[in-house]
Every structure is written in structure tokens, then in C-alpha cells.
């Protein structure tokens, strides 16, 4: 399939469920395949929620009590909240894209995570992608998979294939939030490990700020 080279668009869904966010995502996938639908970066928050992903294992969740759904992305227990902005990029990477080759996960996966520690440097958080190399586009990616400020984890990143293009995505740690990753070993870490934007900066930032400039970075990294 050629891709439409060099065409991102954008969409804002605020705060939506997330059952509901996954299946217009699936929906997505498949317009993207068949050409009626550019590549899309969706832009949104979930009321709390832990996801289970592929990788989940007896012991990620140690007394959560809220709503619980098993996900075809790579990863373990993740947390979704409305303190974090997530991002799904329903993208393919079938044929060549950037400076990358074709059907390459792992790159996709670190340009992804470049894409986000550039924007928390335009906001002055210096941060680091650690990506993984995947053997397949079904591999699962290391728990440190994500980015991190030193040894805090600020965004969690996990991504599902179909048709070679991508879904799932990143949630990034915007506000402080007591409440979240209770009851959850996120990404099989102590909770004790995420930390936010506002936790680094002091303050919460300006979201619409940060998407603008989310914008810009994903259009210079993903495409």
C-alpha cells in the first residue's frame, strides 16, 4: 500500500471512554488500509481505567478496584487517566517511511518515544526514550520500554499492529495524580516510579501548548 506521504492529521477527542476509543481506532485502521483515511494522530484522555496487555502478568494488579480490559497492544498493566494525554497514531509503516525501511516496528517505536522527549525538552524536562528491537511486528517490548526522566517513568508506550499499520499508542503523566497507578504495578514497576510533567516542573503546563507542539514533533519524526 503507498502511504500518503508527508499528510498528518490531527484529531482532539477530549475525554472519551475507552472502549469507545478503541473501536473508532480499529475503525481508523481500516481506512487507513483501504485508503480512505490519511494517517491520524488522535489526541485524547480516558476516565480511569487499567489496561492488560499482552505481556500482563499474575501480580500487576495488587488491588485495583476500578474498570479492567485486555488489549492486543505489547506491554504489561498500564493505568489511563484523565491527568495523562495519550496518543494513538494510526500510521502505516508498510512501505519506507522517514529514513527507515519498510515493516519496521522498532523504528517506528523510537521516533515515537524521539518525538515525545523532544517536546518535554521544549518544555524544559530532559528525558530518554528506551525503546526496544522487536524480532517481529507481534514482539513485545522490554517493561522500560518508554520515557524516562533519570530513573521516574513519565510516558508509557505500547503499540498494536494490523494490516501493518499502527494503533494503540503513548500515554504521557500531564498532571499530578494521587489516585492513579494505585493498585497496579505499572508496567510492572512500584508505582513510586511514574512521575508527571508536574511533578518536574512544578506546575502543571499548558496542555494546549503541549499539543502544538506534539504536532510538530510527530510530524517531523513519524512521517
Not at 88 to 104: A, L
Request: charged share 25%; with cysteine; glycine share 8%.
Amino acid at each position: 500500500m503507498k502511504q500518503l506521504n508527508n499528510i498528518l492529521k490531527f484529531e482532539d477527542w477530549g475525554l472519551v471512554k475507552y472502549s469507545e476509543a478503541l473501536q473508532k481506532q480499529e475503525l481508523y485502521v481500516e481506512e487507513v488500509k483501504s485508503q480512505t483515511r490519511t494517517s491520524t494522530v488522535i489526541f485524547c484522555s480516558h476516565p480511569p481505567i487499567v489496561t492488560l496487555g499482552r505481556s500482563t502478568q499474575e501480580g500487576d494488579l495488587c488491588g485495583w478496584t476500578g474498570e479492567i480490559l485486555n488489549v492486543n497492544r505489547g506491554g504489561r498493566a498500564t493505568y489511563h487517566g484523565p491527568s495523562q494525554l495519550v496518543i494513538y497514531p494510526i500510521i502505516s509503516i508498510k512501505g519506507t517511511r522517514n529514513n527507515s525501511g519498510p515493516q519496521d516496528v522498532g523504528a517506528f517505536l523510537r521516533d515515537f518515544e524521539s518525538a515525545i522527549v523532544k517536546v518535554l525538552k521544549d518544555i524544559n524536562i530532559n528525558s530518554t526514550g528506551k525503546s526496544y528491537q522487536p524480532k517481529s511486528q507481534n514482539s513485545d517490548p522490554s517493561p522500560e520500554t518508554g520515557v524516562w526522566v533519570g530513573d521516574k517513568k513519565i510516558a508509557s508506550l505500547g503499540l498494536a499492529i494490523r494490516h501493518w499499520i499502527t494503533y494503540h499508542g503513548a500515554a504521557i503523566n500531564v498532571e499530578y495524580d494521587n489516585k492513579a497507578f494505585i493498585g497496579l504495578k505499572p508496567c510492572g514497576f512500584d508505582p513510586s516510579v511514574m512521575t508527571s510533567i508536574e511533578e518536574q516542573l512544578g506546575a502543571p503546563p499548558d496542555r494546549l501548548f503541549l499539543k502544538d507542539r506534539l504536532m510538530i514533533r510527530l510530524k517531523e519524526e513519524l512521517l
